[in-house]
């Protein structure tokens, strides 16, 4: 009897560390999982990130190119101009027909420098309309966030684009991905600006702290991770309200871009933030440089 009881005992230790291990087993796959996604968020935010920055690049590079082909042009048809001046001198042509020749080289520079004028002028009014539009995008977001703290949210302008900061207690609760009511409430309001303003792209890039997370937290390995997730779930909010996703890149930057350098509890406090940065589409302005 006693060696039947013992056998039964035996057999449920071993079925229980079974089930134990499963268990063990399936969370540490559902972190992994947690884990890869929030990375193939982060990866396709930055080639999107690369490929404008590469395309930006290659317009820049090509109107360089082109004003360096204009600017030997001139220089050649300078020393040309040169060169025919002092030939006519050497073969003893009237001073009429040198005055006439030097009428002609100048009427083409003049006509040459008018052109590039009226580019010049043009570029200038293109950006005068973005710096316009990007002040009309400031009031707008300024406007429709009105109500809440300057403490939790501040709007600015830098490099041409419109950067709203969302202060950690305004989304979430510490080592949370999940945005409080508050926090959706602003960010339903912003969809209803960039709603109306297509012409405005969006990146979300999360910020940490340099405090380490918790060991054990679901789906979470260190900061990076904490900061990609937070702004893939502000993606979510803003494309469910109407923000077409195709604008919207989410970034997570971890602790690397701090506010404050100091480790302060203030310092700290101040760099876990989310930036929603808005930019307004150049596309008119790149075409303009193409063809310089």
């Not at 400031?138 to 406007?143: D, I, L, T, Y």
Request: net charge positive; charged share 30%; with cysteine.
């Amino acid at each position: 009897m006693k060696q039947n009881l013992l056998r039964v005992s035996v057999y449920l230790l071993a079925g229980s560390m079974a089930l134990s291990s499963c268990v063990v087993s399936k969370k540490k796959y559902e972190d992994l999982m947690a884990r890869k996604n929030a990375l193939e968020v982060d990866k396709s935010g930055l080639e999107k990130q690369k490929s404008s920055l590469e395309q930006e690049k290659a317009s820049l590079e090509q109107a360089k190119a082109s004003l360096e082909q204009e600017r030997a042009k001139l220089e050649q048809e300078k020393a040309e101009y040169q060169q025919s001046l002092a030939q006519a001198l050497k073969e003893g042509k009237t001073l009429g027909e040198n005055l006439n020749m030097s009428k002609s080289q100048i009427e083409r520079l003049n006509a040459d420098l008018k052109a590039r004028e009226q580019r010049l002028a043009e570029l200038q009014r293109i950006l005068d309309e973005k710096e316009k539009a990007v002040a009309n995008l400031r009031n707008k977001v300024s406007n429709a966030l009105l109500g809440f703290n300057d403490k939790d949210l501040t709007i600015d302008v830098r490099n041409g684009k419109v950067y709203v900061s969302l202060a950690e207690q305004l989304l979430f609760n510490s080592g949370s991905t999940k945005v409080d009511p508050k926090g959706v409430d602003a960010l339903k309001k912003l969809a209803a600006v960039l709603r109306e303003q297509k012409d405005v792209n969006v990146l979300v890039e999360g910020h940490t702290d340099d405090v380490p997370i918790s060991r054990g937290t679901v789906g979470m390995q260190d900061n990076w991770d904490l900061s990609v997730l937070r702004a893939t779930e502000i993606t979510r909010i803003l494309a469910n309200a109407g923000v077409d996703p195709q604008r919207v890149t989410p970034s997570g930057r971890s602790k690397y871009i701090p506010v404050d350098e100091g480790n302060t509890k203030e310092a700290r406090q101040k760099n876990r933030r989310t930036e929603i940065i808005l930019t307004p589409k150049l596309d008119e302005l790149f075409q303009i440089l193409e063809t310089t």
